[in-house]
């Protein structure tokens, strides 16, 4: 039997449908250091992981390893030119969470335009003695203009949903999209800047890589609006964190709400002490039949990347489908 590793605690079910092709060394515990990773990744011909970094010296370091199956649609914690030069497969979980984190992101949006979070807090907090008229004024969703930046797939469901707010869809992405999903959007495509300038609520949804870190920074928040929302809903780096909270503080910006971080699960402390924030601790795709469904998807590439179950050979997502058939090297 071939052996893989599932890197974290998934669904118990996931990992039965799994012991039925492999040997299977769960990680049941806490998050396992790059050093464990790498130890217990050696005498794998697979792996399952959720995030966890993947890079050079864990590939070479486990010369039998063929595969390893992301459970996220993001994959930037695989280093793709060392895959590609050990012909290792890496394989993700697209689509399967599309309106799942759509929705987040909505909810995350109109939570930090509307002060839902701060004015919860206040209330908690015994706070409330009478109705203000001017009590937690925010800006509106409906009518507004919402700004995309990244306009994949989840970016689409996300626009998708503007139609019922009545709100003019703006987007930037790194190439225009096509234009019967501009016309089914109602989109138009603009440059980033003028995305800023424009926008009444600006949401993102890139893909994280070297080059979009910190696409957001105290250049770009000073262009937007002062009443304007951001919210993250892509990843940790892509907003300078620093400097979200210094445009917060200074009310530059409205509001934001923010579901990834820079250097996550650990938190720049400043953004905690800023009251117009919305925080939630990467939970976007976080749905009971989405993370079902991302498990199972990430467990049917593991199961056809390494030649068994019904679609052997021929994964439903490889990140690098040029490796497949080839040797390890
Ligand atoms: C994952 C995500 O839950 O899919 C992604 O890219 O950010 C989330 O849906 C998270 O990355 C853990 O793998």
């Known amino acids: 039997m071939q052996k893989i590793l599932v ?19 769960w990680n049941q515990g ?6 464990e990773l790498t130890r217990r990744l050696a005498d794998k011909d697979g792996a399952l992981t959720a995030g966890d970094p993947v890079g050079a010296a864990a590939l070479a370091a486990a010369p039998r390893l063929r595969v390893v199956s992301n459970m996220a649609v993001g994959y930037n914690n695989f280093d793709m030119a060392a895959f590609n030069a050990s012909n290792v497969l890496g394989t993700n979980t697209p689509d399967v969470l599309n309106e799942s984190t759509a929705d987040f992101g909505w909810a995350l949006m109109m939570a930090a335009a509307r002060r839902l979070a701060e004015s919860e807090h206040w209330l908690r907090a015994g706070k409330w003695q009478k109705w203000a008229y001017d009590g937690f004024l925010g800006s509106d969703l409906y009518g507004s203009t919402l700004g995309v930046v990244g306009m994949g797939r989840i970016g689409q469901a996300l626009a998708r949903r503007a139609k019922g707010f009545n709100m003019q869809v703006i987007y930037h992405n790194r190439s225009r999209v ?30 994280y890589t070297k080059e979009n870190h910190h ?41 934001a709400g923010l579901d990834v971080f820079e250097g996550e699960p650990k938190l720049n402390p400043d953004l905690l002490t800023v009251p117009n924030i919305v925080l939630t601790p990467h939970i976007a795709s976080a749905t009971e039949a989405t993370r079902r469904a991302m498990a199972n998807l990430a467990a049917d590439n593991l199961i056809a990347a390494l030649g068994e ?21």
């Open 7 to 25: 890197a974290r605690p998934i669904f118990p079910d996931v990992i039965e449908r799994l012991k039925q092709y492999f040997d299977v060394d």
């Open 30 to 35: 806490e998050v396992m250091p790059a050093d």
């Open 178 to 207: 096509a234009l019967e999903i501009e016309a089914e959007l109602n989109a138009e495509y603009v440059s980033k800047q003028d995305l800023l300038r424009r926008a009444d609520h600006v949401v993102l949804v890139l893909p």
């Open 215 to 255: 696409t957001i920074g105290a250049a770009e928040l000073a262009l937007m609006k002062p009443s304007a929302t951001l919210t993250n809903i892509a990843r940790g780096g892509i907003v300078d964190d620093a400097a979200l909270v210094e445009a917060l503080r200074s009310k530059r910006i409205a509001a």
């Open 309 to 329: 179950g019904p679609r052997a050979g021929r994964p439903p997502n490889p990140i690098n489908p040029d490796v497949i058939g080839k040797a390890r090297s």
